[in-house]
């Protein structure tokens, strides 16, 4: 998932800069279990479009950061899943 590193660290470092627990930030979106921003955090999943603003406004960052670095990370996860088809599994470069 290095891929999705790029905003997978982004999303952790500013959520403990920010000083609240992944089940804090979790309530303040509307949901009910921390296992979203978890995996959010981890690269598993990536926060769905809507919710970019408003992380941007919990973390206090400029919304077009947090864009910048969300079609980053979708531009590198496009180019590997491109790569696979093009190279096969096991990818080339």
Not at 40 to 46: A, Q, T, V
Not at 47 to 70: A, G
């Amino acid at each position: 998932m290095k891929e999705n590193k790029l905003l997978a660290d982004f999303l952790r470092d500013k959520r403990i800069e920010s000083g609240h627990s992944q089940m804090d930030i979790a309530k303040k979106l509307g949901y009910t279990s921390a296992q979203f921003v978890s995996n959010w955090e981890r690269g598993l999943s990536s926060p769905p479009i809507h919710t970019l603003r408003k992380l941007s406004e919990l973390y206090q960052i400029p919304p077009d950061m947090l864009f910048d670095i969300t079609l980053k990370t979708m531009i590198n996860q496009v180019t590997v899943d491109l790569r696979k088809k093009f190279y096969g599994k096991k990818g080339k470069g």
